[in-house]
Nanobody, 125 residues
């Protein structure tokens, strides 16, 4: 499975961005796709996840109500809409694919087998 993330950039606080993650290869072997982020000096943290089959979504408390994950099964693409961005959202955002169908695993970066290259999001104050 190959993942290609895009859509990052520089935006002012309060602005919006939409990230995309295009999946290719043996995508049928995966059950969910997630977004994680990593700020300088911090651990990589879960942001959101969505299942391919049912479209069930999961969001971290820190982004609930501001970010929204969605999918386009026809194009094997998952999106992350980032609204009301804050300087604390500045990070490299990674998409990753999970082979488990256990929702409990979707927040655990160790359960993701495939990772994209990351896209930088910078929010200025």
């Amino acid at each position: 499975v190959q993942l290609q993330a895009s859509g990052g950039g520089l935006v002012q606080a309060g602005g919006s961005l939409r990230l995309s993650c295009a999946a290719s290869g043996r995508t049928f072997s995966t059950h969910a796709l997630g977004w994680f982020r990593q700020a300088p000096g911090k651990e990589r943290e879960f942001v959101a996840a969505i299942t391919w089959s049912t479209g069930s979504t999961y969001h971290a408390d820190s982004v609930e109500g501001r970010f929204a994950i969605s999918r386009d099964n026809a194009n094997n693409t998952v999106y992350l809409q980032l609204n009301r961005l804050e300087p604390e959202d500045t990070a490299v955002y990674y998409c990753a694919a999970n082979r488990y169908s256990v929702p409990y695993y979707y927040t655990d970066r160790g359960r993701y087998a495939y990772w994209g290259q990351g896209t930088q999001v910078t929010v200025s104050s």
